[in-house]
């Protein structure tokens, strides 16, 4: 089993900026991507941002794409996700999540085994 722990979000005015992170344990060696989709109230989750254990492969939704930046660190078994020029329409749950291995769909939550609980991120006006 894989746990992962979600931290970092609150209020943000728009265009301010929030770093999430997630703090992965367990058998974190029987995951290969880490990905964060979010749920805003009455949507499905949405694809944010994926990367590799490695770091050689990272894949964007296209909503953020420019403005949020996946990173991880493999000693410490986190993954980050700085969030810039945040919006209105970024007011979500944002949940990290993991995959056993690579997949050309990493926007599909099937695609995921391993859930946190979810961080809610509020942009205000």
């Known amino acids: 089993q894989v746990q992962l722990v979600e931290s970092g979000g609150g209020l943000v005015e728009a265009g301010g900026s929030l770093r999430l992170s997630c703090a992965a344990s367990g058998r974190t060696g029987s995951t290969v991507l880490m990905g964060w989709f979010r749920q805003a109230p009455g949507k499905e989750r949405e694809f944010v941002a994926v990367i590799h254990w490695s770091g050689d492969f990272i894949s964007y939704g296209d909503s953020v794409k420019g403005r949020f930046t996946i990173s991880r660190d493999r000693v410490k078994n986190t993954v980050y996700l700085q969030m810039n020029s945040l919006k209105l329409e970024d007011t979500a749950v944002y949940y990290c999540?993991?995959?056993?291995?690579?997949?050309?769909?990493?926007?599909?939550?099937?695609?995921?085994?391993?859930w946190g609980h979810g961080t809610q991120v509020t942009v205000s006006s």
């Open positions: 999540t993991a995959a056993p291995r690579y997949t050309r769909t990493p926007y599909r939550t099937r695609e995921y085994d391993y």
